[in-house]
Nanobody
Framework: VQLQASGGGLVQPGGSLSLSCAAS????????MGWYRQAPGKERELVAT???????NYVESVKGRFTISRDNAKNTVYLQMNSVKPEDTAVYYC?????????????WGQGTLVTVSS
């Protein structure tokens, strides 16, 4: 699986931005997908996950502001970012992962930079 993230850029505080992560290869729908971010000088953190079942979870700091979704027909996962704050500034990465008995599959896309600034 190869992942290509896009959609980053400069956005003003309170604004919105939508990130996309397109996956190549087959069987996209069986993968759990995650968005992570890494701010300068900080460790990478999990922002949101959408499971193959469609269930989602979010880090507390983005609940109510960010929405993760997926379109299995397009092999794409999205992160809609609303009411952004300067502390959302980071490089955002997507990840595809799944575990089966005896094996773990884990793939990362390249990052896309989101800068929240006036």
């Amino acid at each position: 699986v190869q992942l290509q993230a896009s959609g980053g850029g400069l956005v003003q505080p309170g604004g919105s931005l939508s990130l996309s992560c397109a996956a190549s290869g087959s069987s996209f729908s069986i993968y759990n997908m995650g968005w992570y971010r890494q701010a300068p000088g900080k460790e990478r953190e999990l922002v949101a996950t959408i499971f193959s079942s469609g269930g989602t979870n979010y880090v507390e700091s983005v609940k109510g502001r960010f929405t993760i979704s997926r379109d299995n027909a397009k092999n794409t996962v999205y992160l809609q970012m609303n009411s952004v704050k300067p502390e959302d500034t980071a490089v955002y990465y997507c990840r595809a992962f799944r575990r089966v008995v005896g094996a773990t599959y884990n793939y990362w896309g390249q990052g896309t930079l989101v800068t929240v600034s006036s």
